[in-house]
């Protein structure tokens, strides 16, 4: 029985506990999550963040996960999950508080740095602190950092940042820095102890950063060229300090921790003449020289592939027994790389080991060598050409899928994409990415390439002394259809030029690389010398209509076409090219020097007269020969570019001459007064020559003749202003006039007959032109904006010479035709003159005294803006012009008072003609110069 009763108590409490635990586990299942205080982020966000689910049973475990997991996101300031029991199970409530937007980010009390450069700054250290970002204090205290540091590089070392914060309902938050610059501090005076054989001078020198800039090594100007002084350049300084000893064999020379001083600035300003306010830190470099070391020799070991020990130690330009230098070495091993490079040797390592022998004051050199093993190029991939085909990206590789791995033919292959000017700038380390797989000794190049506007679309218009008020309309493509054609459409119209072009050009024929182009053109351009320089003498004539008639004034009509092609040198940047030009122009005059000057030149194959101005054919074919090493296009950085063309006119045409034309070109990067491969900077030259010489008893064509000025080369001076100046012989019809300013008719009777007319021999003012000519230009570019905003300083310097008075002569039938007539009129009898004289002109155009062998040079600069658009470089620049022409001179006179009818009308009018044709004259250039152009000069 009492078995029974414990059988039966034991059943009684297993159901109550199966009871009590069934409904403990009935509370424990979650029925709901709310969640409370979010505004901005959805509720969604939040609960998919959580690992617990309505449904779940309730675990304490995963809740502690709920949380890690919402805190984790940096949303909120405030996390926290309550439990609340219900008789259907358990809710949670998830409280949360989220941080506030940034609604606003202002600074204050900014003077020497300014919001962009805050931003830039906030970039290159990763700062993220922007509007509508959340408010993060640890990114606002990275931002006070990165404007200390800012402030600091900019001479503020004691500056202070302070953040003022605003709480603006419902939850945002505005920034304010609060900055304090403090005292501006400069780099004072910089001394070092323990150099007892190079001196604090050249050591000084050596430190571009905190040196001070000087006039150019100063001691006086010190303290008024002081740099900024910047914490973070003192140890890039006090390497390059050690450099200079081991650039003079010190190689165990040592520069110790430099020591500072700040003190306050004293005496007077020389600018202002008050007291100096500002801090000064003065820097001592402590100095261990040590010994003193000449090179003795370099070995090598571990060179496999390459046994030829001297070739190795050729890539090292420092030779045995000279003074050891550091950067030279380094120069040998850099060059050791780029030679392993070129045979395939990707992984090519180079390990210097110095002996140093301190009784013969030497040290040598043992490299070790680890080639590693060649590669072969597997694939050349191209991302980024939307346009351009690949396989026109490839015909310009000198390197090929299958062939072993050269650096250098990759290096050139680049620089042969970028003077396509197809993409962006391209650089090796930047633009392309190399795939290595070591087991199969092959790697995969990747280039990345962003494609520029292939369309050249410009709006011209301006005013220049050779097309006077112009305007214009270029279309041009250098990508035709991506592949890689030609296609130029030009047309500009002005009161003084027009000009319509097509052309185009195949770069590659049937997949090689011969490159064929034509263009057709119709031009047409007035050339009046009146509008290229001024004439100023007395008041009485050299600016009259008579003076102005005798000036050179004519237009030239020409319509014709070209042929072209070229093909370059084998693995080189070497092309040779051959063009034919043929046209056929007509000059119109509209002066009487003009008239003369084409009539009589002899330059057209016994063809004189009118008939010498009609159905001009030039027949021209020009050999070439170029070598293009620049980097780009427009703003090359680096290269060299050397053109030579012989131009030979003749064959099938009315004209003979021969014109060879030389130009070279080169551009160093400059980094402050050094010529420095990493520098930002431009330093870049050109100089060009050219001589034309007719033949076969003919001259060359006075619109073929070389002429300067304009924005190509003389940028201070008119287009085609600097030239020399001639004598062209003239006869001029004069009106006899009487002294009350009436002329004498022929016939008193009839006065519509006209007035009495006297030939007089004048000699007309002409620009001739030479027949060599010299051109430098020198230029210094400090880019703004990438490859597309430039400022340029420039000196440009250019002589044009007429050097042999054989190729101004004039043709027998044209001096003829001046010598033959009679000149005056000493009686007028029944409607004709009687009398008269002969004049013997000289045979040649006489040079002004004062005009030939004259040196130009033009100062300046000037803004270059490549707008994107229209894909054209637009240029503002001013120019001085410190040597010009200027000179006075009188004409040879060859008018007589026995030309004229005795009596008061014929005195009057030989006075009259002296006084317009013989005065005093003054060619004068101008000094200066401003100007917007479109293209470039060099």
């Known amino acids: 029985m009492r078995s029974y009763r414990r059988y039966a108590q034991f059943f009684v409490l297993l159901v109550l506990s199966f009871t009590a635990i069934s409904a403990w586990a009935q509370q424990q299942i979650i029925t709901q999550i709310r969640v409370i205080g979010v505004r901005r982020i959805p509720k969604e966000t939040v609960l998919a963040r959580m690992f617990s689910r309505v449904g779940d049973p309730y675990d304490p475990l995963t809740v502690e996960r709920d949380f890690n997991s919402l805190w984790n996101t940096g949303y909120f300031t405030s996390v926290r999950i309550q439990k609340q029991d219900t008789p259907k199970g358990a809710i949670l409530n998830v409280y949360l ?127 008024l060229f002081a740099r900024t002084y910047d914490a973070s350049k003192l140890e890039e300084d006090s390497d390059r300090v050690l450099e200079a000893y081991r650039d003079r064999g010190y190689e165990r020379a040592d520069v110790g921790e430099p020591a500072t001083h700040l003190r306050n600035e004293t005496g007077l300003s020389l600018f202002t003449f008050r007291p100096r306010k500002g801090k000064r830190i003065d820097i001592h470099i402590p100095v261990t020289e040590g010994g003193r070391y000449y090179l003795g020799k370099i070995t090598f070991t571990g060179n496999k592939a390459v046994q030829n020990v001297k070739a190795l130690r050729a890539q090292f330009p420092i030779k045995d027994g000279e003074i050891f230098n550091a950067t030279e070495f380094r120069k040998g091993l850099d060059n050791l790389r780029k030679a392993y490079g070129t045979l395939g040797y990707i992984n090519f390592v180079a390990t210097p080991t110095p002996t140093f022998d301190e009784k013969n004051h030497t040290m040598s050199w043992n490299i070790d060598i680890d080639e590693g093993k060649p590669f072969y ?109 030609t296609l130029t459409l030009q047309a500009s119209g002005g009161d003084l030029a027009r000009n319509l072009v097509f052309g185009f050009t195949e770069p590659y024929v049937h997949d090689k690389p011969l490159s064929l182009g034509f263009q057709v053109f119709d031009s047409k351009e007035d050339y009046n010398a009146s509008k290229n320089y001024s004439l100023t003498g007395s008041p009485s004539g050299n600016l009259s209509a008579a003076t102005n008639s005798l000036l050179q004034n004519y ?98 045409g009315s004209v003979r001459y021969i014109r060879p034309v030389v130009e070279f070109k080169q551009f160093f990067p400059i980094k402050g007064l050094h010529l420095n491969r990493d520098g930002r900077n431009t330093l870049g030259y050109r100089i060009q020559g050219s001589y034309i010489r007719g033949f076969s008893g003919d001259v060359a064509p ?28 003239t006869r001029v019809m004069f009106n006899l ?64 010479m007429a050097v042999s008075q054989e190729q101004l002569k004039q043709s027998p039938e044209g001096i003829a035709s001046l010598d033959s007539p009679l000149y005056g009129c000493p009686n007028y009898v029944n409607g ?96 200066k110069t401003f100007r917007l152009a479109v293209s470039t000069t060099f």
Not at 150 to 165: K, M, S
Not at 386 to 404: A, K, M, N, P, Y
Not at 424 to 446: A, F, I, R
Not at 616 to 627: A, F, G, H, R
């Open 377 to 485: 190029v597997s694939r050349i991939e191209f991302r980024g050409n939307t346009v351009t085909r690949d396989f026109v990206i490839r015909r310009s590789l000198l390197l090929q899928e299958g062939q072993v791995y050269n650096s250098h033919l990759w290096e050139l292959s680049l620089q042969r994409l970028n003077q396509l000017d197809y993409f962006n700038p391209l650089k090796v380390d930047q633009d392309s990415e190399t795939h290595q797989n070591t087991e199969k000794g092959t790697v995969d190049l990747l280039l990345k390439v962003q494609e520029k506007g292939k369309n050249s679309i410009g709006l011209q218009g301006g005013v220049s002394g050779l097309s006077g008020s112009f305007i214009g309309l270029n279309y041009q493509t250098n990508n035709f259809l991506g592949l890689g054609e």
């Open 832 to 927: 004709s003159c009687q009398g008269g004289t002969q004049v013997q002109f000289s045979r040649y155009i006489n040079i002004i005294k004062g005009t030939n062998y004259v040196p130009r040079d033009s100062l300046g600069a000037e803004l270059d803006v490549m707008v994107p658009i229209i894909n054209a470089p637009f240029r503002l620049y001013y120019a001085y012009n410190p040597l010009r022409l200027e000179t006075q001179f009188n004409r040879p006179d060859l008018i007589t008072r026995s030309m004229f009818p005795s009596g008061q009308a014929g005195t009057f009018s030989y006075d009259e003609a002296e006084q317009f044709y013989n005065g005093l004259y003054q060619l004068r250039e101008p000094k």
């Open 97 to 223: 508080k989220e941080k506030p937007t940034i609604s606003e980010i202002d600074y204050k009390g900014l003077n020497t740095i300014t919001v962009s450069d805050i931003l830039t700054r906030y970039k290159k250290d990763h700062v993220h602190l922007e509007q509508e970002d959340q408010f993060d204090p640890t990114q606002v205290a990275q931002a006070i950092n990165a404007i200390r540091e800012l402030e600091a590089e900019h001479g503020h070392q004691f500056a202070t940042v302070r953040p003022e914060l605003k709480n603006v309902p419902p939850a945002r938050v505005a920034i304010t820095f609060v900055v304090k610059e403090g005292p501006k501090v400069k780099v004072g005076k910089i001394t070092f102890s323990g150099n007892q054989h190079v001196s604090s001078g050249t050591l000084r020198n050596a430190m571009v950063d905190l040196r001070p800039i000087g006039i150019p090594h100063s001691i006086i100007f010190e303290h």
């Open 702 to 729: 006075p619109f073929d003749r070389l002429y300067e000025g304009g924005e190509q080369d003389l940028r201070g001076f008119q287009i085609r202003a600097a030239t020399p100046y001639g004598f062209v012989p």
């Open 737 to 800: 006039t009487n002294p009350d300013g009436t002329t004498v008719s022929r016939n008193p009777n009839v006065p519509t007959e006209g007035a009495i007319q006297v030939p007089i021999p004048v000699y007309g003012i002409a620009p001739v032109g030479g027949d060599l000519s010299f051109v430098g230009n020198l230029e210094y570019t400090i880019p703004i904006y990438a490859r597309s905003v430039a400022f340029k300083f420039f000196n440009d310097f250019g002589m044009d």
């Open 555 to 652: 237009n030239q009509q020409s319509k014709g076409f070209t042929l072209s092609a070229s093909y370059p040198l084998p693995h080189s940047f070497k092309r040779i090219g051959i063009t034919y030009s043929w046209n056929k122009s007509s000059v119109n005059t509209f002066s009487q020097a003009s008239q003369n000057l084409f009539q009589t030149l002899a330059f057209r194959s016994g063809i004189q007269g009118q008939n010498a101005l009609e159905g001009i054919l030039t027949s021209e074919v020009s050999l070439s020969l170029s070598e293009n090493k620049l980097d780009a296009l427009f703003l090359p950085h680096t290269g060299y570019e050397l053109s030579t063309a012989l131009q030979l006119a003749g064959i099938w």
